[in-house]
């Protein structure tokens, strides 16, 4: 059975090629920003299912696997558009422990599959020079939270519960799980 990895994302493609199943990458083109519910859980799994929805109408007979990623400080964080956005994200984060949020759909026609990996992470105390370095590189810009737990925001990290990978983009091991699980209510 055809396997799309319905996203654009460079991180997420390399952990979904850890997993022992072959798979195409459609991005999808679902509009994020439809969704505005304040609720981090239900926002997440609304957009995985958007993504997966998206390319899933084009491709009927092909397993689409849907995701997103959201960070949680008292509201959501989405990808910063600006150095101001970023350094507010950063300054939130600073100190504190937050919550990541990744939402993965599985979806086969009208079948749909959602589940969500909840990751705890606390920041040291960060100092303006920190932030403001980090900033000007290029690294804040494509992540939730403005922050690469896998590259520059290494040097944030005091502590994580849970998923590393989940934080990255996709949890990898859960995912292998309950693909296998999805995959074989298909089986004759
Ligand atoms: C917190 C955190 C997020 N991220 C990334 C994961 C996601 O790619 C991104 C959040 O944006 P998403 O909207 O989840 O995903 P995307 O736009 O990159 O890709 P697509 O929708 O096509 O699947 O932030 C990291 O890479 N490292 C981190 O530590």
Same mark, same amino acid.
């Given at each position: 059975m055809d396997l799309i990895l319905? #996203?654009? #994302?460079p991180r997420r493609k390399e952990l979904m090629a850890l997993l022992p199943y072959p798979f195409t990458i459609i991005p999808s083109t679902f509009d994020e920003s439809t969704i505005t519910d304040p609720d981090p859980e239900t926002a997440v799994i609304k957009i995985a299912e958007g993504k997966a929805a998206n390319v899933a109408a084009a491709f009927p007979e092909s397993v689409v696997i849907g995701s997103d990623t959201i960070v949680y400080q008292n509201k959501i964080l989405g990808k910063p558009k600006s150095a101001g956005e970023a350094e507010e994200m950063l300054r939130s984060l600073s100190g504190r422990t937050h919550t990541v949020y990744t939402g993965v759909t599985l979806m086969k026609g009208e079948k749909a599959h959602s589940f969500v990996e909840k990751t705890s992470v606390t920041f040291w105390p960060l100092t303006d020079e920190e932030i403001g370095r980090y900033i000007s590189t290029d690294d804040p810009y494509d992540k939730a939270g403005a922050y690469g737990i896998q590259s520059g925001g290494a040097l944030f990290v005091k502590e994580i519960k849970g998923d590393y990978y989940a934080v990255v983009g996709l949890p990898a091991a859960r995912l292998k799980r309950e693909l296998q699980r999805f995959l074989s209510c298909f089986q004759p």
């Open positions: 319905a #996203s654009q #994302s």
